[in-house]
């Protein structure tokens, strides 16, 4: 089954906290950063946002490819666009308990390959990382990952059942 593509023509200005990891990382509960991530995000700042908003998880400031260090940033749609850089200078705000340590992060219109599932957080986004690897690490994959920035909206702002969609910048 193919996923949909779909041209964001706007781009989503968003604020919220960062960190900055790799997939390597990620695998040993020592050194996974993520799982912190948004446990602090949901205790500082998701109950400050209105209900059923849509929450988003961006990845940018790649290294490299899916192997290289890459920034992460748990927020929220804000109305005002102030770049697509950390306005703190580096990505890792985890350990900060205030807003002063929000970053700000602007997804850029272009062209994405979703990949939505739905159920139990955090397993559901899970299967969508591991369909996208799948998908892009296929030798007959027709198209091109770039690298840039890649999101996922939780829908309704749901982080413990419902639907997310992982939008994947493709060429």
Not at 162 to 169: N, P, T
């Amino acid at each position: 089954m193919t996923s949909p593509i779909k041209e964001l023509t706007e781009a989503v200005a968003c604020k919220g906290i960062s960190i900055r990891t790799t997939n390597i990382a990620e695998i040993s509960h020592e050194t996974a950063k993520l799982g912190r991530l948004w446990q602090k995000f949901y205790q500082d700042h998701a109950s400050h946002l209105e209900e059923g908003e849509d929450i988003y998880g961006i990845y940018h400031n790649y290294e490299s490819d899916d192997v290289g260090a890459f920034d992460v940033v748990a927020s929220w749609k804000t109305d005002s666009q102030q770049g697509d850089q950390d306005q703190s200078g580096k990505g890792d705000t985890l350990n900060a308990g205030n807003t002063n340590n929000l970053v700000t992060v602007t997804i850029p219109t272009g062209k994405y390959m979703i990949f939505s599932e739905q159920g139990n957080m955090p397993n559901t986004v899970m299967n969508a990382w591991e369909r996208a690897w799948a998908y892009f690490n296929d030798p007959s994959c027709e198209h091109t990952r770039l690298y840039g920035v890649d999101f996922e909206q939780y829908i309704d702002g749901n982080l413990v059942y419902g639907q997310v969609d992982l939008y994947i910048g493709i060429e």
